[in-house]
Nanobody, 125 residues
Framework: QVHLTESGGGSVQAGGSLRLSCAAS????????VAWIRQAPGKQREAVAC?????????YYSNSVEGRFTISQDNAKDTVYLDMSSLEPWDSAMYYC?????????????????WGQGTQVTVAS
């Protein structure tokens, strides 16, 4: 059973930075992808970044965060990070780490099977 635990959310002023962490466990010997997905109240879920677990050759970003957010991982710690900079109020949302056993990275939130409990990010203007 895959288990994901997010941490690192909080409140920050516009223009500031935050690092989110996703501690993962339970990945079987297969190809796994992890995405960071956010959802603001009243809005649809949006996957902002995805990466292949234990590899750095497949990374994708949504247009809304390209150039401001960076997804990375520490294989020794089985942790995936999301470094967010130049944050704006519209980045405020609950941020989830999600995983799927698949053959390609996807920014479609509906394709992800396993989800963490989420961590709140609030950006004040």
């Amino acid at each position: 059973q895959v288990h994901l635990t997010e941490s690192g959310g909080g409140s920050v002023q516009a223009g500031g930075s935050l690092r989110l962490s996703c501690a993962a466990s339970g990945f079987t010997d297969s190809i796994w992808y992890v995405a960071w997905i956010r959802q603001a109240p009243g809005k649809q879920r949006e996957a902002v970044a995805c990466t292949r677990v234990h590899r750095n050759d497949e990374i994708y970003y949504s247009n809304s965060v390209e150039g401001r957010f960076t997804i990375s991982q520490d294989n020794a710690k089985d942790t995936v990070y999301l470094d967010m900079s130049s944050l704006e109020p519209w980045d405020s949302a609950m941020y989830y780490c999600a995983a799927r056993d698949a053959l390609f990275c996807s920014l479609n939130p509906d394709l992800y099977t396993y989800w963490g409990q989420g961590t709140q990010v609030t950006v004040a203007s």
